[in-house]
């Protein structure tokens, strides 16, 4: 069975991911040059957000080639253990410096910025 990537293929990936970006755009120019009346804010992080994942899901089957096919399940689980890093790691980040945020003061914070400096 021939598995080989066609020029199709690609093709539409390719406008999807374009249709994809150019929607989310839209969405923030109609949100901005509304003076934010159009729709909340709330809705625009949730719109973004849903197209960014969707986004991802267009550009690893059209370009990853990520399927179900038992020749592709390693670059599946490679995949999957590659987006449990970057969580990982962006979900860690986030609380250490919520952390530092929350039990360091104004005063720490400039004697701490003074002594770097």
């Known amino acids: 069975m021939n598995h080989e990537p066609k020029f199709h293929g690609y093709l539409i990936g390719y406008l999807l991911s374009v249709a994809l970006t150019l929607i989310a755009f839209g969405l923030a120019y109609l949100h901005i040059n509304s003076g934010h009346l159009a729709f909340s804010h709330q ?13 991802l899901y267009v550009q690893a089957v059209f370009f990853l080639h990520l399927s179900r096919h038992p020749e592709a399940r390693y670059n599946l689980v490679s995949f999957i253990f590659t987006i449990f890093i970057v969580l990982f790691i962006v979900i860690g980040s986030l609380w ?11 005063d ?10």
């Open 96 to 106: 250490i410096m919520n952390n530092l945020n929350y039990n360091m003061t104004a």
């Open 43 to 55: 809705f625009l992080v949730y719109a973004v957000v849903a197209l960014a994942v969707l986004q």
């Open 108 to 117: 720490q914070v400039d004697a701490y910025l003074h002594k770097e400096n």
